[in-house]
Structure formats: structure tokens, C-alpha cells
């Protein structure tokens, strides 16, 4: 059955997001002038958890951020708790600023980015130790955590402690969610706790990053590149490994019994293209708000079926799609009941 009360730590980042509206994305060399500036809450963290918490079905499951900023944004988390965010784990330091992001959007929609960390970069040891933050979250919860959702824009140790503790869980188990984003090095990759990974989200040019530092470097594209990833050794336990294609729309190798099955789900047509920057975190967060529905035992030992795991990409690939008719990362993120309205 699926969990009667599921519970979401999404730890990872607070970002101010300043948007740069360009005609093109800028060209080395070149100096071009802005047609508006405007500075909104962002952060993968609060997108993919934004998305979880739209997703909601109810009252079915609650999703928590754990992240830092600076002080000077804390009245900012009145908009975490409008998309149902609980804000009770987010730390508002006085000592540095939040972290930003210098996002480039371009006339077709299309965008750059460049990060300062800022909070999201600085340990803090009200976060840092999983043990003392899985507790905290399962006090403000009433409930176990059974779910964890981590991104890479915030320090690697936290992320590996957190994985970690998080796969010792039991009774209930906790699904792991990564989604590698920005990818990590070389070296970094090699050395991941991989194991302890339930559900790999990444897009298919970080699909061919791990690719080449973990594997042989096999020169594909497309479909091929999560068909590969399934069959490197680091890999091979992680029952689900979901590569978003943009337009293309998603390619997923999945674990049913003993073997597995890759799926391919086109990509619904927006009706228009405004703004593509959240669109990767609108999918991670809606496949989250799905899987959180699953049997998290089910899941991992792959007798859930191919319809469900089809459904549960499907309706993700269409809430990113939604998204990218819209301004703005989080502004641009749609409802759960728009979602259904629209794939009916």
C-alpha cells in the first residue's frame, strides 16, 4: 500500500534568482544591454520543492525545505508556504547573503545561468548533521521522513552525509531522490555513494557527463544514453534512472523484477515558449509528488509495472511543459488541478 502519511526533506538551496532579459544569450566578447531586470525567490531548492508541494493531492504527503539564507530575505518564505512548502527547517543567517543566481533569458525563452552560493555554500551546523535534522523534520511532521530529495547546490559532504543516513532508514525506508545538478567533477562522480541512490533525475547532457566518468565514454545520444547508464556497474542498483530530452521529452530506464525496461515519453506541445529555467525542477518535484503515491518497497524491487512508472513520468513531463509557458521559475510552476485539467 502506499504510505498513508509520506514526508519529503528536500535538502538543498535558496537562491535569489536575478533575471536578465536579453535578446539572445550573451556571446564571449560581447556586451549587450538588458531589457528588464527583476529579482525573484528561486533556487533549485525551492523550485523542486515548490513543485512537490503543488503536486499534493490533498492532503496526502507533506514536503519540507531545509535550506539557508540571509536574514534579509526571511519574510520570502511566505511564498514557499503558499505553493505548500513547510518552512520550519529553513535557516536565515545573519552572517552571509543568500545565495544568487544570474539567470540570462533570451527572446525564445531559452536561458544561461551562472550561481553564486552565498548561504547555500557555508556549513551550518543546524543542517549539516543528518541525524539531528531527520529528527527535527520527523518532529514538525508527526511522522518519519520517507522521502529525500537532494541537488548539488549545496556543499558535496552534506549531500553524501545525507544520503547516507538516509539509506539506514527503516520502517519505514526512506526513497532517495538525486538529481546532479550542477554535475559534479570527475572525480566526484567516481566516488559517489551510488548504491544508496533510489531514483536518478538528470538531463541528457549530464546523462553523458556520468557517461564519460563512469563508464568507457561511449559517444551517444538520445534514448541510448540511459540505456547505457542502466548498464554501467555504479549504476546497476538504482532502480530508476529518468533522463529528461527538453522538447524530446523523457527516456527512463526502469528496474521490473529482475531486468530492465526502458521507457520513452514524448514531450507535450506547449502552447507557447516563455521562459525554460524551471522546467527541469518542475519535472523532478512533480515525479517526486508521484512517487510519493507508490509503494516505496514496490518501487525499489521493481514490481510496481511499467503503467506506473509511464504514469508517473507522463504527468511530470506535462506539469515542465506548463511551466515553460510561463515566466519565472517558481511563478511559472502549475497547480495539480491544472495539470489534470490540461491531460484530460
Same mark, same amino acid.
Not at 523534520?137 to 556543499?155: K, S, Y
Not at 527503516?170 to 566526484?188: H, Y
Not at 509503494?295 to 511530470?316: M, N, T, V, Y
Given at each position: 500500500?502506499?504510505?498513508?502519511?509520506?514526508?519529503?526533506?528536500?535538502?538543498?538551496?535558496?537562491?535569489?534568482?536575478?533575471?536578465?532579459?536579453?535578446?539572445?544569450?550573451?556571446?564571449?566578447?560581447?556586451?549587450?544591454? %538588458?531589457?528588464?531586470?527583476?529579482?525573484?525567490?528561486?533556487?533549485?531548492?525551492?523550485?523542486?520543492?515548490?513543485?512537490?508541494?503543488?503536486?499534493?493531492?490533498?492532503?496526502?504527503?507533506?514536503?519540507?525545505?531545509?535550506?539557508?539564507?540571509?536574514?534579509?530575505?526571511?519574510?520570502?518564505?511566505?511564498?514557499?508556504?503558499?505553493?505548500?512548502?513547510?518552512?520550519?527547517?529553513?535557516?536565515?543567517?545573519?552572517?552571509?547573503?543568500?545565495?544568487?543566481?544570474?539567470?540570462?533569458?533570451?527572446?525564445?525563452?531559452?536561458?544561461?545561468?551562472?550561481?553564486?552560493?552565498?548561504?547555500?555554500?557555508?556549513?551550518?551546523?543546524?543542517?549539516?548533521?543528518?541525524?539531528?535534522?531527520?529528527?527535527?523534520?520527523?518532529?514538525?511532521?508527526?511522522?518519519?521522513?520517507?522521502?529525500?530529495?537532494?541537488?548539488?547546490?549545496?556543499?558535496?559532504?552534506?549531500?553524501?552525509?545525507?544520503?547516507?543516513?538516509?539509506?539506514?532508514?527503516?520502517?519505514? %525506508?526512506?526513497?532517495?531522490?538525486?538529481?546532479?545538478?550542477?554535475?559534479?567533477?570527475?572525480?566526484?562522480?567516481?566516488?559517489?555513494?551510488?548504491?544508496?541512490?533510489?531514483?536518478?533525475?538528470?538531463?541528457?547532457?549530464?546523462?553523458?557527463?556520468?557517461?564519460?566518468?563512469?563508464?568507457?565514454g561511449a559517444d551517444v545520444e538520445g534514448t541510448a544514453v540511459v540505456?547505457?547508464?542502466?548498464?554501467?556497474?555504479?549504476?546497476?542498483?538504482?532502480?530508476?534512472?529518468?533522463?529528461?530530452?527538453?522538447?524530446?521529452?523523457?527516456?527512463?530506464?526502469?528496474?521490473?523484477?529482475?531486468?530492465?525496461?526502458?521507457?520513452?515519453?514524448?514531450?507535450?506541445?506547449?502552447?507557447?515558449?516563455?521562459?525554460?529555467?524551471?522546467?527541469?525542477?518542475?519535472?523532478?518535484?512533480?515525479?517526486?509528488?508521484?512517487?510519493?503515491?507508490l509503494d516505496s518497497d514496490a518501487l525499489r524491487q521493481g514490481s510496481?509495472?511499467?503503467?506506473?512508472?509511464?504514469?508517473?513520468?507522463?504527468?511530470?513531463?506535462?506539469?515542465?511543459?506548463?511551466?515553460?509557458?510561463?515566466?519565472?521559475?517558481?511563478?511559472?510552476?502549475?497547480?495539480?488541478?491544472?495539470?489534470?485539467?490540461?491531460?484530460?
Amino acid at each position: 500500500m502506499p504510505n498513508s502519511r509520506a514526508v519529503c526533506l528536500v535538502r538543498s538551496s535558496i537562491n535569489i534568482d536575478e533575471y536578465l532579459l536579453v535578446p539572445h544569450i550573451v556571446r564571449p566578447g560581447e556586451t549587450l544591454s %538588458s531589457l528588464n531586470v527583476e529579482r525573484k525567490l528561486g533556487g533549485k531548492g525551492v523550485n523542486v520543492s515548490a513543485a512537490i508541494g503543488l503536486g499534493k493531492d490533498g492532503d496526502d504527503y507533506s514536503v519540507f525545505l531545509a535550506a539557508q539564507m540571509g536574514h534579509e530575505d526571511a519574510s520570502r518564505e511566505q511564498e514557499l508556504q503558499d505553493r505548500n512548502v513547510e518552512t520550519t527547517l529553513l535557516v536565515k543567517r545573519q552572517d552571509i547573503r543568500t545565495g544568487t543566481a544570474y539567470i540570462q533569458v533570451a527572446a525564445d525563452g531559452e536561458n544561461s545561468i551562472i550561481l553564486v552560493g552565498g548561504a547555500n555554500q557555508v556549513r551550518g551546523l543546524q543542517l549539516d548533521e543528518p541525524e539531528k535534522l531527520f529528527a527535527r523534520a520527523c518532529e514538525q511532521a508527526q511522522g518519519n521522513v520517507t522521502h529525500v530529495v537532494l541537488q548539488n547546490e549545496i556543499p558535496l559532504t552534506v549531500t553524501r552525509r545525507t544520503l547516507e543516513h538516509a539509506a539506514k532508514q527503516k520502517r519505514p %525506508s526512506c526513497i532517495s531522490i538525486f538529481n546532479p545538478s550542477p554535475m559534479l567533477g570527475r572525480g566526484e562522480l567516481q566516488s559517489f555513494p551510488w548504491a544508496d541512490v533510489d531514483v536518478l533525475i538528470v538531463n541528457e547532457g549530464e546523462g553523458r557527463d556520468l557517461l564519460k566518468a563512469l563508464g568507457n565514454g561511449a559517444d551517444v545520444e538520445g534514448t541510448a544514453v540511459v540505456q547505457a547508464l542502466g548498464q554501467l556497474e555504479s549504476l546497476q542498483k538504482i532502480p530508476w534512472l529518468v533522463m529528461t530530452r527538453g522538447a524530446k521529452g523523457v527516456a527512463a530506464s526502469i528496474k521490473f523484477n529482475s531486468s530492465r525496461t526502458t521507457l520513452e515519453v514524448p514531450a507535450a506541445t506547449p502552447r507557447e515558449v516563455l521562459d525554460t529555467t524551471g522546467a527541469g525542477d518542475t519535472f523532478a518535484g512533480y515525479l517526486v509528488a508521484s512517487i510519493m503515491q507508490l509503494d516505496s518497497d514496490a518501487l525499489r524491487q521493481g514490481s510496481l509495472g511499467p503503467q506506473r512508472a509511464r504514469d508517473a513520468i507522463q504527468f511530470a513531463a506535462l506539469a515542465a511543459t506548463m511551466a515553460v509557458e510561463n515566466a519565472g521559475a517558481l511563478e511559472g510552476i502549475p497547480k495539480r488541478n491544472d495539470v489534470l485539467a490540461r491531460k484530460h
